[in-house]
């Protein structure tokens, strides 16, 4: 069974610094990647996936992350955070074809911004 | 970017008896949409996977007689939590696949509290 894990469940930065928030995960074939931002009020909203190709993944809002299949993980990293980014992340793991959008969360990890 | 909306965004109900949830993509067809679960400070639970014109799938866990699920077109599926009880209080997210020739992404809604008492 497949199951993605975030060990950390709270992280507190000041803003301007970097950000890397992390996620390991179990999967029995190549995987999808996800990592979601949740606000309060608003939906999950991707910031970025893997599929192939190019380990280095750009996303949305300045965020990056890398797939690493020895290490099975998919970390996500920002070099200078801002206010705007408290919130939860989760990453999520799934597969493609026609189980695409069937994900497994992690638990989340909740940021916390200071100014 | 595509939108998915959910209606209510929040609900109490007294014990037994049935609450219905609508999913809606608001400017694409979604052949597919998840319905989740969230409990508080915990991670989201795919509980089922509904195709437009057929039977919902269940996730393994997943009471198909409680939580009734049917995706009447291309727009909208709707989860009816049947005679419910406090431990179905809980944070429930749909999502909608929009796959086309150009793309195939999944698109969240904000979710529904449903709160029960």
């Known amino acids: 069974a497949q199951s993605v894990t975030q060990p950390d469940i709270h992280i507190t930065v000041s803003e301007g610094a970097s950000l890397e928030l992390r996620c390991n995960y179990s999967y029995g074939a190549t995987p999808y990647l996800f990592w979601y931002v949740q606000s309060p009020g608003q939906g999950l909203q991707l910031l970025l996936k893997?599929?192939?190709?190019?380990?280095l993944v750009q996303g949305i809002k300045g965020f990056e992350a890398e797939f690493k299949r020895s290490q099975s993980s998919f970390n996500l990293r920002k070099p200078s955070v801002h206010w705007s980014d408290a919130a939860e992340y989760f990453c999520a793991v799934g597969a493609g074809g026609t189980s695409y959008g069937k994900l497994t969360f992690g638990q989340g990890t909740i940021l916390t911004v200071h100014p | 970017g595509a939108v998915v909306s959910q209606h209510p965004s929040w609900v109490i109900c007294k014990s037994g008896t049935s609450v219905k949830i609508e999913c809606r993509s608001l400017?694409?067809?979604?052949?597919?949409m998840f319905w989740y679960r969230q409990f508080p400070k915990q991670s989201l639970m795919l509980m089922a996977t509904s195709n437009e014109g057929s039977k919902a799938t269940y996730e393994q866990g997943v009471e198909k007689d409680k939580f009734l699920i049917n995706h009447a077109s291309l727009t909208l599926s709707t989860l009816t939590v049947t005679s419910a009880h406090p431990e179905d209080s809980s944070f429930y997210i749909c999502?909608?696949?929009?796959?086309?020739?150009?793309?195939?992404?999944?698109?969240f809604g904000p979710g529904t509290r449903l709160t029960v008492l």
């Open positions: 893997y599929f192939s190709g190019d380990t």
């Open positions: 400017d694409f067809q979604a052949t597919t």
């Open positions: 999502s909608a696949r929009e796959a086309s020739g150009f793309t195939d992404t999944q698109y």
